[in-house]
């Protein structure tokens, strides 16, 4: 496992988190689990769970916590350690968006909901998914090519097409009977494999009702076609007992027809992992003792030397061993500026080399590369369930139930009070309360708007970690945001040097150069700059030390050099900080930082460094503000900075000199007071406010801690971002309340229709064919309507 801190639930196989998930002790070892289902399961009787985990451990594992079995549910096959294998690999790991808990290695069908089960890892070829999509869309030609002759010799005479008299009535049924049976049991057959075994696993679900629904009308008109003479006359409609061969083919060429379109969509939605996956290229240049070749990423391995030319694609992250060029990194950053790169610079797989030749050094390969990270959050955000899909569930756990239910009491209420045929009557409405109220449309409602708005925002830079970010994101009505690289551009640069003692600036840079070059502070790289602009030899610090929040301290050249804020000089009791007090106030109310530079106990110089303000922000806070957003600014500057950046942007509230704690104290302090917080920072130096947040936002080019740890990563790092992250969500759960509204709608209205309540006003009974066409058309809405978001505007 990648994480030290991830194990395995002994009772499903999940792989879960130790510091989230459920735990229970049994005979001194912890075990924990995914869920209070699980945990329960465990807790009544360990031994069989425990068992299973020993018997499908591979003998190199250890013992605790390696079971990678599914054996929540006995279909299916023990995980092997490749879990971690792509969509087109033999031994890929299959989940159910609906149930993350369910995993088998290759497709099938979830044993809980029915729905097809999707790569879990995304990556190599999407064949599986186009091969069934293949599959059913032959299956559901085949049901049109049997069906329509079908329902023509049924339906016929209805519209004055009396086919029966050119057929014998004793072939009439057997012909019927040949049409349909290779449509209910060929194209048929997988819905009907999963809804026999809803029934086994007693997990009743949508595939239930068809596979009832179907099989009744089908096994009764074989019936009546082998024992004629065994009918009751209740039955009979114009002097001879019904067929509903048609019915049964018609409803499943039409849930067929639902599931091509299903598996269409998702097709669709999974475009923006495929455009990532596309940034990639497929080979690359290895440089070997003999010359160089032309080798696949596949076999790119860490600390191979591989040259780039321009016009080409970087293949894998790495760093620059020689040559020179621009690289467009606008996949990564947004921006469409190239940035200049040379010996010792960090390169990203998937940017375009512009105009020189590049070697780089390997470093990030196969899945540890930024795109591959990228690819794989997105893929496991759009299968992640939303809390308002427990509603969902709830909803389903009686919902099949009451639906065989009421088909009982339809079919009870037309048998003893209907009109004649009464059975009959019975029998069509029973199987149509049966197929309208498949609940397909209840259970892509929230899993295909997820899918389509992760999909959406990745295109925009906006990577969401899961679907219960994007449902806390919609209520947030506190921006808390860093200043500098969130409000400003990140890079600093000194704009003016203010000396106070005899020594030259040339000299006091030089020294401060020394002490900053061990800091990673943006405003102390932005002093090793200026040094290195000004051409000066920088020298070795020794006995450096970081001071947090303060500054830092260091001796070179056996001087004592502290640099940092004017409070942090006081406590070193250095000489002449007021006077530098008195001209940095100049420099802060035109928006600059002022630090102060102290040797061997005196003030030495002040240093103005700006950082200029991002040219999106201000429309951005402006889009903020639109959406009735509050924003606040944090930063470790002084007073008079924070203020002048803070009126020149319009922000609501700020506070200056801040440190890493204040900002988490802050965070939690709006949090008690009832306040839903997302911040925005750097992911690094403000991860303890991030974690305190309910939605943290991560800034920059999504690397390292920013893709691990944050609730939603700005690849650009750019505050448009937060306004897009914050419109996505909005429209997304907006998105899924509409489609949950269509399903149950659908079915409020769809259950008493099929039951027979217009019969008394209009004489209609519902056909199952209708209620299936019905079905199916609740289902394309729900699709329709979330693949909407693919074309919403975010920002």
């Not at 010799?153 to 072939?171: I, K, R």
């Not at 696993?201 to 024992?227: D, E, Y």
């Not at 990194?329 to 040379?342: C, Q």
Request: proline content about 5%; charged content about 20%.
């Amino acid at each position: 496992m990648n994480n030290s801190q991830n194990t395995i639930d002994p009772v499903c196989g999940m792989e879960v988190d130790e510091r989230s998930a459920h735990a229970s002790e049994y005979q001194g070892e912890q075990y924990f689990f995914c869920s209070q289902s699980c945990q329960q399961k465990f807790d009544a009787d360990p031994e069989p769970f425990l068992a299973k985990s020993a018997e499908q451990r591979p003998p190199h594992e250890n013992e605790k916590g390696s079971d990678h079995s599914c054996c929540s549910h006995g279909t299916h096959k023990p995980r092997q350690p490749a879990e971690h294998a792509a969509a087109g690999d033999s031994d890929a790991v299959f989940t159910c968006p609906m149930h993350p808990e369910i995993e088998q290695i290759g497709p099938g069908s979830c044993p809980i909901c029915g729905m097809d089960l999707e790569p879990k890892f995304a990556g190599g070829s999407d064949d599986s998914d186009v091969a069934q999509y293949r599959d059913m869309r032959r299956r559901f030609w085949v049901g049109v090519v049997l069906s329509v002759p079908l329902l023509v010799l049924a339906m016929g005479p209805m519209v004055g097409l009396n086919l029966s008299e050119a057929v014998p009535d004793a072939a009439f049924g057997w012909v019927q009977l040949a049409l349909a049976a290779p449509v209910v049991f060929w194209c048929g057959w997988p819905l009907l494999v999963r809804g026999i075994k809803s029934f086994q696993t007693m997990k009743l679900n949508m595939f239930s009702l068809i596979a009832v629904g179907t099989l009744a009308a089908f096994l009764f008109s074989l019936f009546v076609v082998i024992f004629p003479g065994w009918i009751p006359e209740a039955f009979f409609e114009d002097g001879k007992p019904p067929l509903y061969f048609e019915a049964a083919a018609v409803i499943i060429t039409l849930v067929l027809l639902g599931q091509v379109l299903e598996l269409r969509a998702r097709q669709q939605t999974g475009g923006a992992i495929r455009e990532l996956m596309q940034l990639a290229p497929e080979t690359a240049h290895r440089i070997t003792d003999g010359g160089e070749e032309e080798v696949s990423l596949a076999e790119v391995k860490k600390g191979d030397q591989l040259r780039v030319r321009p016009g080409e694609k970087v293949p894998v992250d790495g760093r620059v061993v020689s040559g020179t060029s621009s690289v467009d990194e606008s996949m990564l950053t947004g921006e469409p500026i190239p940035v200049k790169k040379g010996e010792g610079d960090e390169i990203t797989g998937g940017t375009l080399n512009q105009t020189g030749a590049l070697v780089m050094e390997a470093v990030g390969v196969g899945g540890d590369t930024v795109l591959n990270r990228i690819v794989q959050m997105v893929a496991e955000a759009q299968r992640s369930r939303a809390p308002i899909q427990k509603l969902v569930d709830v909803v389903s756990r009686y919902f099949v139930p009451a639906v065989i239910i009421c088909s009982v009491l339809a079919f009870a209420g037309w048998a003893t009070l209907g009109p004649e045929p009464r059975l009959a009557h019975a029998f069509v409405a029973a199987v149509a309360v049966l197929i309208i109220a498949c609940p397909c449309a209840l259970g892509l409602a929230t899993p295909m708007s997820v899918m389509v708005g992760v999909g959406r925002g990745a295109k925009e830079g906006v990577l969401i970690k899961n679907a219960e970010v994007l449902e806390v994101m919609e209520k947030v009505d506190t921006v808390v945001v860093d200043k500098t690289g969130t409000l400003t551009q990140g890079r600093p640069e000194v704009t003016a040097i203010e000396t106070f003692g005899e020594r030259s600036e040339a000299d006091i840079l030089r020294l401060t150069a020394a002490v900053e070059a061990q800091s990673e502070h943006p405003l102390a790289e932005a002093v090793v700059r200026r040094a290195k602009s000004d051409d000066l030899q920088i020298p070795e610090a020794s006995d450096f030390d970081s001071i947090t929040g303060g500054g830092v301290r260091a001796t070179v050249d056996q001087h004592q050099v502290v640099i940092g804020k004017a409070d942090l000089l006081d406590e070193q009791s250095v000489s002449g900080v007021d006077s530098g007090r008195q001209r940095a106030s100049q420099h802060q109310s035109e928006g600059a930082t002022v630090i102060y530079v102290a040797i061997d106990g005196a003030l030495e110089a002040i240093m103005a460094i700006t950082d200029p303000i991002k040219e999106s922000t201000p429309a951005a806070l402006d889009t903020l503000h639109e959406l009735g957003l509050k924003v606040v600014m944090l930063t470790g500057d002084a007073q008079p900075t924070a203020k002048a950046v803070a009126e020149k942007l319009g922000i609501d509230e700020f506070h200056a000199g801040v440190s890493p704690q204040d900002k988490h104290d802050f965070v939690k302090r709006l949090k008690e007071e009832g306040h839903t917080v997302a911040m925005a920072g750097d992911g690094i130096n403000d991860a303890p406010a991030l974690a305190e947040s309910h939605v943290g936002i991560a800034m920059g080019t999504g690397t390292g801690v920013a893709i691990e740890s944050a609730g939603v990563t700005l690849v650009g790092g750019d505050l448009r971002g937060v306004a897009a992250a914050s419109n996505l969500s909005r429209k997304t759960m907006s998105n899924i309340r509409q489609n949950l509204f269509f399903a149950f709608i659908y079915n409020a209205l769809g259950v008493p229709v099929a039951a027979g309540l217009l019969y008394p006003i209009f004489g209609v009974l519902l056909s199952p064919m209708i209620a299936a066409a019905a079905m199916s058309f609740s289902s394309v809405s729900v699709i329709a309507n979330a693949l909407r978001l693919r074309n919403t505007r975010l920002a």
